[in-house]
């Protein structure tokens, strides 16, 4: 697969991106700022004489041209340098912009490194979205395949995504040093994959792993800071009904997702494509309120007399409640959440989203093509269909 070119703005200021391995970082960031000196720290060489002597940075920094930035690649493998950029930034080298990538930023908090004083802004990088592949959007594929670049620009995605999940990531859980016995972690994320769409315990997931609770609590905090899954918490904001106390989980790629997922005779398809479908849509949502203005949150809603909402997005960029449903004939019941909802916050967008969907709208709630939703989310404009 060709490169696609990101929908992805520009900063003009020094920032730290962070996103997971595969994702395109370094390939966008190559595109976007071809003029820029780029230091790989994945090139050994480099690596070693940059983490041994730190100083020698302000000697590669002079060799920047004028009025572009230095793009440093996986920055928290020698977290060391940010002393070094710090005294650049506070130099001669004011205005010098830096863009700093990683694909952890566990062991930055960690080691308690400086973190430029705040002077950098934080910005979080994702796969594809549908708009950036266009007409070769895939509804179908991209629900068994995923977003991820990486898995997108191979012969044989679905090999590249086993890959991605048995070796990539306990290989970068083994250097991050988060995990000791990674047979235990092999177990969890098994385990947790059973959860994606749904609500986390962490009590029956300890029990399923053989582990402490603690340990699943740190399993998911790798997780979440290798950006590899999020957990959405509960919408609470005026509660007006008793909710769900636990969290909702997901891995950061549909892709991703299936290619951990065990299978089983019990397996429905219809259960693990549906988990899959509402995690891409999950996916390009977090994307979307990455790149919007303001403070913006992403939750779901849930009662405890079972009434859900999948999707609840709250903040500057607006207040929007969406559910996800993988058939196109949808029914009223399809939509009780979303009118239960609407009830509690008649400010709020709704919508269901479906793939094709039978009718335009139930009991006043409009319903939405999800392929064409999805192509229509784009960095920094409104979402399709909810103007």
Not at 274 to 292: K, N, T
Not at 355 to 377: E, H, K, M, W
């Amino acid at each position: 697969m060709n490169y696609h070119k990101r929908l992805i703005p520009k900063l003009g200021q020094s920032h730290f991106l962070f996103g997971p391995r595969g994702s395109g970082k370094s390939t966008w960031l190559r595109h976007a700022y071809p003029k820029a000196l780029f230091l790989d720290l994945l090139d050994p060489v480099l690596f070693r004489e940059l983490n041994s002597r730190p100083e020698r940075l302000k000697e590669e920094i002079s060799k920047a041209p004028l009025g572009q930035p230095v793009i440093i690649d996986e920055i928290q493998k020698a977290p060391a340098l940010l002393d070094v950029i710090h005294q650049s930034a506070e130099g001669t080298g004011r205005e010098r912009q830096f863009i700093l990538t990683g694909s952890s930023a566990r062991k930055l908090k960690r080691s308690g490194v400086n973190l430029l004083g705040g002077r950098l802004l934080w910005r979080q990088f994702h796969p594809y979205l549908a708009a950036e592949l266009g007409g070769r959007f895939d509804l179908a594929l991209a629900v068994q395949q995923g977003m991820l670049p990486l898995a997108l620009a191979s012969k044989s995605p679905e090999k590249t995504l086993r890959s991605y999940a048995s070796l990539y990531i306990q290989q970068e859980v083994r250097e991050e040093a988060s995990v000791r016995d990674l047979g235990a972690f092999s177990r969890f994320l098994e385990a947790v994959s059973l959860s994606h769409g749904g609500q986390l315990n962490l009590n029956d997931l300890s029990r399923e792993c053989s582990v402490t609770r603690k340990s699943v609590e740190g399993y998911l905090d790798v997780l979440e800071d290798m950006m590899l899954a999020y957990r959405l918490n509960v919408f609470e904001k005026r509660a007006k009904r008793l909710l769900a106390s636990h969290p909702k989980f997901y891995f950061f790629d549909a892709g991703v997702f299936q290619a951990i997922r065990p299978r089983n005779p019990l397996d429905s398809g219809r259960e693990i494509g549906g988990g899959a479908l509402e995690g891409l849509v999950g996916q390009h949502l977090r994307a979307w309120l990455s790149f919007a203005q303001g403070k913006n949150e992403l939750f779901y809603w849930r009662t405890r007399a079972g009434l859900e909402v999948d999707f609840v997005l709250f903040g500057e960029a607006g207040f929007y409640a969406l559910e996800v449903k993988s058939r196109g004939k949808v029914q009223p019941s399809d939509v009780a959440g979303l009118k239960a909802f609407k009830r509690d916050y008649p400010e709020a967008k709704v919508a269901l989203l479906s793939p094709a969907p039978t009718v335009n709208s139930i009991d006043y709630v409009p319903c939405l093509d999800l392929r064409q939703f999805l192509l229509g989310i784009k960095p920094e404009k409104p979402l399709p269909g909810l103007g």
